[in-house]
Nanobody
């Protein structure tokens, strides 16, 4: 059973930075997380869950929502089992519950991510940005 555990959420002032982490475990194949699309989503109260950034390591591919381009960076550690989201120049509109996800086919990482394609989800970590 794959488990995804996020951490790093916090309350910060606008203009500040945070780094979210997501530890993935439970898959016996060491290359699994290198071969699937992984990503970060966020959901603010009353809004749909939206894709923020995705990464497909085997293809060297990343995607960013327009709202975070130039401010957020998605990455993985060398084992590909820890996913990061570096968030800089945070704005109040970035406030949301952030979720990591994995297990989508690689092609999902080639455009706006379809959240229904991801098999595994974390429980979420709260980011609050005050202006």
């Amino acid at each position: 059973q794959v488990q995804m555990v996020e951490s790093g959420g916090d309350s910060v002032q606008a203009g500040g930075s945070l780094r979210l982490s997501c530890a993935a475990s439970g898959y016996t194949s060491g290359t699994y997380f290198n071969r699937v699309c992984m990503g970060w989503f966020r959901q603010a109260p009353g809004k749909e869950r939206e894709g923020v950034a995705t990464i497909y390591s085997a293809g060297g591919r990343t995607y960013y929502a327009d709202s975070v381009k130039g401010r957020f960076t998605i990455s993985q550690d060398n084992t590909k089992t820890t996913l990061y989201l570096q968030m800089n120049s945070l704005k109040s509109e970035d406030s949301a519950m952030y979720y990591c996800a994995a297990g989508a086919p690689s092609y999902i990482c080639f455009g706006v991510p379809d959240k229904t394609a991801f098999r595994y989800w974390g429980q979420g970590t709260q980011v609050t940005v005050s202006s």
